[in-house]
């Protein structure tokens, strides 16, 4: 092929590699910063919250690893790696049973309406 019929070729692709290449780097960087906070939630809920609010940690869980299932798979359904696609299985569980426990703790939490514990009998208070 002819230089000139590369270039005709690409120019009619539409489509911008470097545009391309500019994406790429920003989901990297986007996947650390989500990473990175999430990880800030998850460690201010366990501490701060004094382990309390178990809602909120296995809904971040449930997000994070989310995000870490389409990224195994698509890395997964390239290489075909077994090592990806161990770790593609084990997101993919984290995140069934964050899931699971998030809507049974929602569901069978009884909130204490004084002071927001999850259990009214543990405080002693009649919620």
Known sequence: MKKEDILAKSKADKRDEG??????KGRVVG???FFCM???FQLSVMFL???HHRDVMTAITALLFT???TESFAKWRFT???GQAFVLF????VVIVSTIAFFVHILGAGYCCECLCECAAECGCDG
């Open 80 to 82: 075909r790696d077994a």
């Open 67 to 69: 995000f870490f299932v």
């Open 49 to 51: 919250a004094d382990g």
């Open 31 to 33: 996947f650390a910063i």
């Open 38 to 40: 999430a990880m800030v």
């Open 90 to 93: 084990v997101c993919i569980l």
């Open 19 to 24: 545009m391309e290449h500019t994406e790429n």
